[in-house]
């Protein structure tokens, strides 16, 4: 089993900057795919970013230029750097691992809120 547990969301200003890691821990192959996805509420679970243990990297259209992934694979830990937040990226905010094709863990989310 896999256990992914995330932290750094909160409340921010337009504009302001936030970081979110994950941890996953438990039986984690070598090989896998970490990623961000968040959902608004009343709509969908969307991809932010994924990154692969090889460092290959790929982000939604609304955050390229913004958001920055980013993993560090001796911690087995995920992050999502975030700047310029606008209100639009308001969301609960998952981390994701997929590895030996099939089998995908979420974590529980932790919510971000952009406001003034």
């Known amino acids: 089993q896999v256990q992914l547990v995330e932290s750094g969301g909160g409340w921010v200003q337009p504009g302001g900057s936030l970081r979110l890691s994950c941890v996953a821990s438990g039986s984690i192959f070598s090989i896998n795919t970490m990623g961000w996805y968040r959902q608004a509420p009343g709509k969908q679970r969307d991809l932010v970013a994924t990154?692969?243990?090889?460092?290959?990297?790929n982000y939604a259209g609304s955050v390229k230029g913004r958001f920055t992934i980013s993993r560090d694979n001796a911690k087995n830990t995920v992050y999502l750097q975030m700047n310029s937040l606008k209100p639009e990226d308001t969301a609960v905010y998952y981390c994701?691992?997929?590895?030996?094709?099939?089998?995908?863990?979420w974590g529980q989310g932790t919510q971000v809120t952009v406001s003034s």
């Open positions: 990154i692969a243990s090889g460092g290959i990297t």
């Open positions: 994701r691992l997929r590895q030996n094709g099939v089998s995908i863990y």
